[in-house]
């Protein structure tokens, strides 16, 4: 059976110009769709959880409810030994989840059952450690496909990191997330934020997402209350 992708994946001038959240989620989306998998996720990998936790979650197109469903899947494409050591894997590695066993009723039904997952780690030029997750219901990739993921997938993060992260990591709210937080102080659900400052309600969540990891918030409640007491947002 040959590659499931026959060429590279070419981000083109889309890579030069990306600047925010919107522009990295359609980058990471097209080139997983490129080689033929349904879901990504970029996380940041924490020695606290294996491989990485809903709260580490940077980048994803998995519905923040499906989370939790996505990461379990993931330990057990990954066998639990390589999943309680993500944090120490230097190469890519990949698995075949299988149905859970004993997971909540009201989540039996999984659609990440059957999938291949390709477990991508990434390293920025401090050492801090991320990685990006591939899911999708395709034939295991061979290592040159792997190759071909990783250098497309390294190019993106890079300039993710050189453009966003970076900044993230100063812990200062942008005016744009300050203004969100504020409107989440107000009451305001992330679909009224978007239809108010005219933006996409993905894009409302990830400036929220931000704002969250920023504050070292467990969720946007958490995030108010820190951005109040703080006096971020009056």
């Known amino acids: 059976m040959t590659n499931a992708a026959a060429v590279p994946f070419h981000t083109g001038p889309e890579l030069n110009r990306a600047i925010n959240r919107t522009d990295f989620f359609r980058l990471f989306k097209a080139a997983a769709h490129h080689y033929h998998f349904d879901n990504f996720a970029l996380a ?4 606290a959880a294996a491989p990485f936790g809903e709260r580490e979650i940077v980048i994803t197109n998995i519905a923040e409810r499906r989370a939790s469903l996505f990461i379990q899947t993931l330990k057990e494409a990954l066998g639990t030994i390589k999943a309680k050591s993500a944090q120490f894997l230097t190469t890519p590695v990949f698995g075949k989840s299988a149905q ?3 997971y909540p009723a009201d ?3 999984n659609e990440f059952n059957g999938n291949t997952f390709l477990f991508i780690p990434l390293f920025t030029p401090e050492g801090r450690r991320y990685c990006l997750v591939l899911s999708g ?9 792997i190759a071909d993921v990783l250098l497309d997938v390294m190019r993106i993060f890079d300039k993710l990191y050189e453009e ?3 900044q993230e990591m100063t812990g200062r709210l942008t005016q744009r997330e ?3 937080v504020k409107w989440t102080s ?3 659900t992330s679909a009224e ?3 108010i400052l005219g933006l996409s309600e993905h894009t409302v969540n990830s400036h929220i997402t931000a704002a969250v990891r920023k504050l070292d918030a467990v969720n946007r409640v958490h995030m108010v209350a820190i951005a109040l007491r703080n006096g971020l947002v009056s």
């Open 186 to 188: 107000e009451g305001k």
């Open 44 to 47: 940041k990998i924490s020695e």
């Open 107 to 109: 989540l039996v039904f």
């Open 193 to 195: 934020i978007a239809i």
């Open 178 to 180: 300050a203004e969100i």
């Open 137 to 145: 219901i395709r034939q295991e990739p061979d290592q040159s496909e």
């Open 100 to 102: 859970l066993e004993g």
């Open 164 to 166: 966003i992260l970076t």
